[in-house]
């Protein structure tokens, strides 16, 4: 099926039409499924297990329950029939858990056939548009896009309409220890704080800078230069400018040459007789763009 619209906003989804009830199960309302928005019972419905947004307001949703049930539910959600005869959540979650606290029988919604990856796809979008992801959250619904469904970063982005830089730097959130992407969930952290944790290699210094961002309330300038200052004092550091020959000088030379070329973090490992030479990548199509390099 061709993905009509899918980065240009969840609004060209909607059509003007009559509402229609359904009442029964997706097969028996197969001639419906396509253009207009119809009035689905609720037991009907059940959420996408793979969307993104984990994390649900439970204020926030009773303060909507409380809204619907003074003018009711305006903006329809959007299903999909599934093969188990239920119908799955594209988009509107929030506002499918809202009806059921306002005791509603029945919902809105806009039934389209979608396969599995545009569910996924369509998921993003709406939560990204809406902005109610946390940064993990969104990290994660690229990676599900990246590793189910094999689609690239650039076509990633050109979908949810962001840059490819913005998507690799929010996928490198995952890199973080679990400990500091649940201070980035709960909202202790920013991203822009994150990547200034990611600036520093240490796990147990990139715990203590989250630390001190938090317990000082550091904006992101000011923990961007306290992370160079903890890179700087770290031993390893010291002891290697210390020691740093004319042949250490050139080997830098060279990774930062190799850093630059590829886009991406390279790291030379010299010894005497043999070495190492460490590239980074962040996930597959990070990793294809790079053997391209090699033409491999």
Known sequence: MAKKGLGKGLGSLFSDTDIKEVTSSPKANEKKAGGDITAVKLSLIEPNKKQPRSYFDDEKIEVLAASIKDHGLIQPIIITPTKNGM?????????????????????????????????????????????????????????LLMEEFNLTQEVISQRVGKSRSA???????????SNIQK??????LTSGHARAVLSVEDKDMRAAL???????????????????????????????????????????????????????????NHGAKKGKIEIEYYGNEDLDRILGFFNI
């Not at 700087?232 to 042949?247: C, M, N, Q, R, V």
């Open 87 to 143: 119908y799955k959540i594209v988009a509107g979650e929030r506002r499918w858990r809202a009806a059921k606290k306002a005791n509603l029988k029945e919902i809105p919604a806009l039934i389209r056939e979608y396969n599995d990856e545009q569910v996924a796809e369509i998921a993003l979008i709406e939560n990204l548009q809406r902005e109610n992801l946390n940064p993990i959250e969104e990290a994660v619904g690229y990676n």
């Open 167 to 177: 998507v690799a730097n929010s996928l490198r959130l995952l890199t973080l220890d």
């Open 183 to 188: 201070l980035i969930i709960n909202g202790s």
């Open 210 to 268: 989250a630390k001190k961002i938090i317990d000082d309330s550091l904006n992101v300038r000011q923990a961007e230069a306290l992370a160079k200052e903890l890179q700087k004092k770290t031993p390893d550091k010291k002891k290697k400018e210390k020691e740093k020959s004319a042949y250490d000088i050139e080997i830098e030379n060279i990774q930062n040459r190799l850093s630059s070329s590829l886009g991406t973090k390279v790291n030379i």
